[in-house]
């Protein structure tokens, strides 16, 4: 078996698993349980791991893999209400026009 991916949480590895077993590709995840969970907290910290079942599979889990490490990170997005312009979620007004975006919750 050869280790082909460390993800940074477990959805990621989940979410790697499955690409690659659209693909046919086999793979274990190790650490799965390392995050999360109760009890003592490892001393250094384990990120879980995918694995290739068949080192055959190599040259194409890596294609899957670097497409997934491409893809745009998701970041919250507040689209105006006044012009429909996506904000980032951290803005507080509208860039565009200026609008208010994040109402203040009442109660
Ligand atoms: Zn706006």
């Known amino acids: 078996m050869l280790k082909i991916f460390s993800a940074g949480n477990i959805l990621d590895a989940y979410l790697v698993q499955s690409l690659l077993a659209e693909a046919g590709i086999e793979t274990q995840i190790f650490n799965e349980f390392a995050q999360g969970g109760t009890g003592e907290i490892p001393f250094t910290q384990a990120y879980p791991e995918i694995w290739l079942i068949n080192e055959n599979d190599l040259s194409d889990a890596k294609k899957i893999i670097a497409s997934f ?39």
């Open 69 to 107: 490490e491409q893809r745009p990170h998701e970041t919250g997005t507040s689209v105006c209400k006044n012009c429909d312009e996506p904000n980032p979620d951290t803005f507080e007004v509208c860039w565009r026009c200026g609008t208010v975006l994040h109402t203040p919750s009442h109660g």
